[in-house]
Antibody, heavy 126, light 106 residues
Framework: QVQLQESGPGLVKPSETLSLTCTVS????????WSWIRQPPGKGLEWIGY???????NYNPSLKSRATISVDTSKNQFSLKVTSVTAADTAVFYC????????????????????WGRGTLVTVSS | SSELTQPPSVSVSPGQTASITCSGD??????ACWYQQKPGQSPVLVIY???KRPSGIPERFSGSNSGNTATLTISGTQAMDEADYYC?????????FGTGTKVTVL
């Protein structure tokens, strides 16, 4: 049974870089897309971006290029870095397996997030 | 703008039907997914491609999508269905989540 586990510091200082890793166990990271999604305390979900096991990426423009996702297939892990963090980046961060299931009438692909980690809270504070 | 709007809350009596709406510009031209999130837990996919249920999701969960509105319907609502529900769709290559709806089973 495939499981995802997020890991990383729970406290990051303002203006520094947030770094998290998601370890995939019970299955291979290959042949799938993998996403990072965050949820500020008491608020809704925000997709950060995804990476394919080959290394190709796609990001939410809302993060204004502060986010970078990378993959290490040898360790069955993928990672997230967010630079120049502020208190607004305080959130529970989830990693999720991302699977394409169809194309819409305009020819755009659609994915769903079918497997999630338990999430890790990252607080930005001095 | 690319936003998905949901009602903040929906209340339903046990055994009755709960309907949660998700509004967005030309949402019916895209596919909608729905996620259930219970307190302290990770979200769980309950509907994808407007009306398909993943394996293990009860038949009482159903969905539809037309025009500017997608709808999640929970028929015969049970106490265990009390949770936050989020719609989700893709705007070209960006995933959008709805604002979320808290379903309370009274």
């Amino acid at each position: 049974q495939v499981q995802l586990q997020e890991s990383g510091p729970g406290l990051v200082k303002p203006s520094e870089t947030l770094s998290l890793t998601c370890t995939v166990s019970g299955g291979s990271i290959s042949s799938y897309y993998w996403s990072w999604i965050r949820q500020p305390p008491g608020k809704g979900l925000e997709w950060i971006g995804y990476i394919y096991y080959s290394g190709s990426t796609n990001y939410n423009p809302s993060l204004k290029s502060r986010a970078t996702i990378s993959v290490d297939t040898s360790k069955n892990q993928f990672s997230l870095k967010v630079t120049s963090v502020t208190a607004a980046d305080t959130a529970v961060f989830y990693c999720a397996r991302t699977q394409m299931y169809s194309y819409d009438s305009s020819g755009y692909p659609h994915w769903y997030f079918d497997l999630w980690g338990r999430g890790t809270l990252v607080t930005v504070s001095s | 703008s690319s936003e998905l709007t949901q009602p903040p809350s929906v209340s339903v009596s046990p055994g009755q039907t709960a309907s949660i709406t998700c509004s967005g510009d030309k949402l019916g031209d895209k596919f909608a997914c729905w996620y259930q999130q219970k307190p302290g837990q990770s979200p769980v996919l309950v509907i994808y491609q407007d009306n398909k249920r993943p394996s293990g999701i009860p038949e009482r969960f159903s969905g539809s999508n037309s025009g500017n509105t997608a709808t999640l319907t929970i028929s015969g609502t049970q106490a265990m269905d009390e949770a936050d529900y989020y719609c989700q769709a893709w705007d070209t290559s960006t995933a959008l989540f709805g604002t979320g709806t808290k379903v309370t089973v009274l």
